[in-house]
């Protein structure tokens, strides 16, 4: 059976998840790029990966810089999300910060800071496994979700009546 990669695509993107931003420096400059490739892998190590188009300009930067940050963004940042998907926005102010050596967002949901370990081959894509050294998380707020190709917020459910 041969499967189409536009019905691939459109079927995974019935996978609801969250929506992060990928920060890394290389030395010489800030990328960010949004994604949904997110997967704790470890506890022990504390290991997680992303995957990174091979054609993406975050790809180089990943690949030389020593850390990385995973921003997982909250229900109000989908201009964030938009804005590193390769759709700026205008007049968007985007708040960076430094934790344990990685530029990270420092208005997001949560954040996770990756020791970069390794990059394996994923076809087009890099999956770069990193080593968690620090995390901050926000007290509050409701996360941002990416379902069949669009942004969408938790829906507050009506309690089941008994």
């Known amino acids: 059976?041969?499967?189409?990669?536009?019905?691939?695509?459109?079927?995974?993107?019935?996978f609801a998840t969250g929506v992060t931003v990928i920060t890394a420096?290389?030395?010489?400059?800030?990328r960010g790029m949004t994604a949904n490739s997110l997967t704790s892998v470890s506890l022990d190590p504390l290991l997680l990966l992303v995957c990174v188009d091979r054609k993406a300009r975050m790809a180089?930067?990943?690949?030389?810089?020593?850390?990385?940050?995973?921003?997982?963004?909250?229900?109000?940042?989908?201009?964030?999300?938009?804005?590193?998907a390769g759709r700026p926005q205008p007049n968007l102010e985007i708040p960076l910060a430094e934790l344990a050596g990685?530029?990270?967002l420092s208005d997001s949901l949560?954040?996770?800071?990756?020791?970069?370990?390794?990059?394996l081959d994923g076809g087009d894509h890099l999956i770069v496994l990193g080593r968690v050294?620090?995390?901050r998380r926000s007290p509050e707020g409701e996360?941002?979700?990416?379902?069949?190709?669009?942004?969408?917020?938790?829906?507050?459910?009506?309690?089941a009546l008994a």
């Open 143 to 159: 996360p941002l979700l990416y379902f069949a190709g669009a942004y969408r917020q938790l829906a507050e459910v009506a309690p």
């Open 102 to 104: 990685a530029p990270i």
């Open 110 to 119: 949560a954040t996770l800071v990756c020791a970069r370990d390794r990059i």
């Open 25 to 30: 420096s290389d030395g010489e400059q800030i």
């Open 60 to 84: 180089p930067v990943i690949a030389t810089a020593t850390h990385f940050a995973v921003n997982i963004l909250r229900a109000d940042q989908e201009a964030i999300a938009r804005h590193f």
């Open 1 to 14: 059976m041969t499967i189409d990669p536009r019905d691939y695509r459109a079927t995974m993107g019935l």
């Open 133 to 135: 050294i620090a995390l």
